[in-house]
């Protein structure tokens, strides 16, 4: 205990805490009311001993009865706070000692007991621990087991949350973005609604008032505004007609109901984007430049397109428009249609027996750089460089025709090649049910002379590659695929090699010899002969490698030989060339012949031509296995009309009539046809024709005026425009062919007379027209 005087002032904010005794402090808090030193003796605190919970139960009831403790009227509750922690403090402490005094007993009797264990108990307290061990091992083993089958279990729960929390956020995302895209589509629907009604404005307007442009020249309507512009683009009489026409032409490849206005494309922006080209406007751009613009950059303007593509459509278009155009004016014409076709003017002149030649020169850009090619194509008829071609025709039908040439070519040389193949025919009994043959496109191409020739740059290039890391080292003799020789170039023989090519100079100086001092030698001089010789080296060394390759193009070298192949093609580039040529040609020509019958078409000279000729087509058709001739009986090979080839065609009983310059074709025509041309002078500038001779051919001047149509015709195309530009040469041969077929979509210049199988009415495009009976 502490005495008073130890204590803290009464004054204080806070009594003192009790001291930390083994017993308990009872705190007397009359003396703390603010007396230091108390008179009676008093002490501030005093201890009451107790041993248990009990013990201070019963001082504290004592204290209480007795009255030594009075509860203050004014207790602070700091005073009280500190009272009972003092008192709860006292009986841990107790406590405490307790349980180490109870502690220290157990430890000092286990101790005394294992003291007197033996040996065999001390075994059994081990065999018994180990077994309790093993107990609680296994306890823990077991706790173990169940804690990892609930961490499994618990992890599987967690998966099973994520996923399922995936699949409500993913759900959350999902309505979101309905939502949104509700909302985005209900804003679409209206823009889109009010774009419809604006474009179907626009579409109105650009059909009743729009130019040429991709929007226009495919729509049905402008075209029905507009109905002379089908004619005015693409030289046919009326959209209608132009569809139908390119339906058959190339049925399969392209889509003729096809219409860029109703395709236009949405980006994701938000604007408006035209469709890719299709094959149809490919197509009809194709027809374009070679009927109305032949220049590039104008049908480039027109389908928003670069030059480049459009040479790229050209590439790939002109040449089937010129086949197409072969089968519609190569023709097999006979006897029979000659004699169901004469005009009446024709049979009145007496000239009822005839066909029809002209030539034509077409006036061309000359190359001033190649004077071989100037002469080749300077023409004695218009005394400048010319494009010169043939054509065979009867009644205004082209039948025949013949490649473009070099104005330097007469026409009885062209006509002398035309008729080289002789009086041959075409192989049907090889055609036999060739419709169910593999098809094969290469026979169906158009051939012209730069088909199979390689450019200058291919040619350069080819020829660097060959000669990477080749040596011009000769040991001994030296095959360069033109001469067996002992040099490169093998020209130095007899005394002539590479050292005179310095022969060109003075032997007092290095000045050139003058003009006049060079001989011939020195005009083809060594340099020249070494660049000519090298040249042919490394064309024979292309082409080798070419054949190599498996490739068909040659080297850019004209030769006798080569032009002698290249001839050759021409005169065989026919639609009687192979079987699925020809049967593609008629199958072609049936389905418009269907068309015409059904006044779907116009009526023209083609169409005349295929009513006359229905029955040989269908029985050819029978015999090549066409599902067109489904309805006709097979015949044998006796009941089928030969095909002659060429100028074959033109029947034996049958003449030619042409202008003087024909005189004298007789022995080059297979057949030895009779010609008939105006009586020919010998100097026709200084000599005039007499009376009798003027009169004398009125007849054959006056029925070649259809010839002279054809020409007309043939001349309304642009790319045939004279003067043909320089960079149009290559596209001459294609509109060639296109010219002479458009020119039998035409309607004749004299109608058939007295012979014909047809009225009048027959003209006047109607289906059911009267028939005439002819024997």
């Not at 009990?54 to 209480?64: E, R």
């Not at 294992?114 to 823990?140: G, H, L, P």
């Not at 043939?390 to 082209?398: C, I, K």
């Not at 309304?716 to 039998?744: D, F, Q, R, S, T």
């Amino acid at each position: 205990a502490l005495p008073i005087s130890q204590s803290t002032s009464p004054t204080s904010s806070a009594p003192p805490p009790p001291p930390q005794q083994d017993r308990l402090l009872i705190y007397n808090h009359k003396l703390g009311s603010g007396q230091k030193e108390p008179s009676d003796g008093k002490k501030l605190f005093r201890i009451a001993p107790c041993a248990s919970k009990a013990d201070v139960t019963a001082i504290a009831a004592k204290i209480q009865s007795e009255g030594s403790i009075e509860k203050p009227s004014s207790l602070s509750s700091t005073q009280t706070s500190q009272r009972a922690v003092g008192v709860v403090g006292s009986i841990v402490k107790c406590r405490h000692n307790q349980n180490i005094e109870m502690t220290r007993i157990r430890l000092e009797m286990e101790e005394e007991e294992m003291q007197q264990r033996t040996t065999e108990q001390w075994k059994d307290v081990v065999t018994e621990m180990k077994s309790e061990i093993d107990e609680k091992n296994a306890i823990i083993a077991a706790k173990e087991a169940e804690v990892e089958r609930l961490l499994e279990l618990q992890r599987l729960k967690d998966d099973e949350i994520a996923q399922l929390k995936g699949g409500v956020e993913k759900h959350r995302k999902r309505v979101r973005r309905t939502q949104t895209s509700l909302s985005a589509d209900a804003a679409d629907e209206r823009i889109e609604g009010y774009c419809e009604v604006v474009w179907e404005k626009f579409l109105t307007l650009t059909s009743n008032a729009g130019g040429i442009s991709r929007l226009t020249i495919f729509n049905d309507e402008w075209h029905a505004n507009h109905p002379d512009a089908a004619r005015l683009l693409w030289g046919y009489n009326s959209w209608k007609e132009t569809k139908l026409y390119v339906n058959v032409f190339f049925n399969g490849e392209v889509d003729v109901n096809y219409d860029p206005s109703a395709n236009i494309r949405h980006t994701k922006e938000g604007d408006l984007k035209m469709p890719n080209l299709t094959p149809f406007e490919r197509c009809m751009a194709c027809r374009m430049f070679f009927h109305l613009f032949a220049h590039e950059q104008i049908i480039a303007l027109c389908f928003d397109k670069h030059r480049t593509r459009i040479g790229q459509i050209l590439k790939e278009w002109a040449p089937k428009w010129a086949s197409v155009m072969i089968d519609l004016s190569c023709l097999d014409i006979t006897s029979d249609y000659l004699f169901k076709e004469v005009p009446d003017r024709n049979i009145n002149l007496g000239k009822p027996r005839l066909v029809f030649v002209d030539g034509k020169d077409w006036l061309i850009s000359p190359k001033q750089n190649d004077t071989a090619v100037e002469k080749m194509s300077y023409s004695s008829k218009t005394e400048k460089t010319s494009a010169r071609g043939l054509t065979f025709s009867a009644g205004g039908l082209v039948f025949e025709w013949s490649p473009l040439f070099g104005g330097r070519g007469g026409e009885r040389k062209i006509v002398e090649f035309m008729g080289s193949l002789g009086p041959s025919n075409a192989p049907i009994a090889d055609w036999e049910d060739v419709a169910g043959a593999a098809d094969d496109d290469d026979d169906d191409l158009f051939w012209t002379a730069l088909s199979d020739v390689m450019t200058a740059k291919e040619f350069d290039e080819t020829v660097e590659r060959l000669e990477e890391g080749d040596q011009l080292v000769s040991n001994g003799l030296l095959d360069d695929g033109i001469l067996i020789t002992g040099q490169p170039t093998g020209l130095a023989r007899e005394g002539l090699d590479e050292g005179d090519a310095e022969a060109d100079t003075d032997e007092e100086g290095d000045e050139p010899m003058s003009d006049a001092a060079k001989s011939g030698r020195h005009i083809f001089g060594i340099e020249d002969a070494f660049a000519a010789y090298d040249l042919l080296v490394k064309a024979n060394r292309v082409k080798k490698a070419q054949q190599e390759s498996g490739r068909e193009k040659r080297p850019p070298i004209l030769t006798p030989d080569i032009l002698k192949e290249q001839n050759s093609k021409a005169l065989r580039n026919d639609p009687n060339n192979s079987g699925r040529r020809k049967l593609r040609q008629l199958e072609r020509l049936q389905k418009l012949h269907l068309l015409y019958e059904k006044a779907e078409l116009k009526k023209c000279l083609l169409s005349y031509f295929l009513l006359v000729t229905e029955e040989h087509r269908l029985k050819l058709l029978s015999w090549m296995g066409s599902k067109l001739a489904s309805h006709i009986e097979k015949p044998s090979l006796r009941e089928l009309n030969n095909i002659p080839l060429r100028l074959a065609k033109i029947p034996e009983d049958y003449g030619v009539g042409g202008d003087k310059g024909f005189s004298g074709i007789e022995y080059s025509l297979p057949n030895c046809n009779e010609v008939d041309t105006p009586p020919q002078i010998a100097n026709s500038k200084k000599e005039r024709l007499s009376k009798e001779q003027i009169e004398s051919e009125i007849p054959i001047t006056s029925v070649r005026a259809p010839c002279e149509t054809v020409f007309k015709r043939v001349d309304n195309h642009a790319v045939m425009k004279e003067k043909v530009p320089y960079w149009i040469i290559p596209w001459l041969p294609h509109g060639h062919a296109l010219a002479h077929g458009e020119a039998n979509l035409c309607r004749p210049l004299r109608f058939p007379g007295r012979n014909a199988i047809v009225g009048d009415d027959y003209w006047d495009n109607i289906k059911d027209y009267s028939r005439i009976q002819q024997p």
